[in-house]
């Protein structure tokens, strides 16, 4: 196996695990609540404001790998 079919398969696997995160974390974007609850009380709820820094990080990262898999195949094509 050449150094150029291992690049190619590791941007393979980045670009599989960034889909995945972004189809999980990513998309479709869920309204943001920032933690505030309007219906009955006026408070910040931090286990929501957890949850969407989890899924900001999250899809970034999946957007970051989609993106870094894509240069590792094109990459790939010049060794």
Same mark, same amino acid.
């Given at each position: 196996m050449t150094h150029?079919?291992?690049?190619n398969i590791g941007g393979l696997v980045a670009n599989l695990v960034g889909v995945v995160l972004l189809?999980?974390?990513?998309m479709p974007f869920r309204v943001r609540t920032s933690g505030?609850?309007?219906?009955?009380?006026?408070?910040?709820?931090? *286990?929501?404001?957890t949850a969407e820094r989890?899924?900001?990080?999250?899809?970034?990262l999946g957007l970051?790998?989609?993106v870094?898999? *894509?240069a590792a195949q094109i990459g790939a094509i010049f060794l």
């Amino acid at each position: 196996m050449t150094h150029a079919n291992i690049v190619n398969i590791g941007g393979l696997v980045a670009n599989l695990v960034g889909v995945v995160l972004l189809f999980r974390y990513g998309m479709p974007f869920r309204v943001r609540t920032s933690g505030a609850s309007y219906e009955l009380r006026e408070e910040v709820d931090q *286990t929501a404001v957890t949850a969407e820094r989890w899924y900001d990080a999250l899809g970034g990262l999946g957007l970051v790998l989609i993106v870094l898999g *894509t240069a590792a195949q094109i990459g790939a094509i010049f060794l």
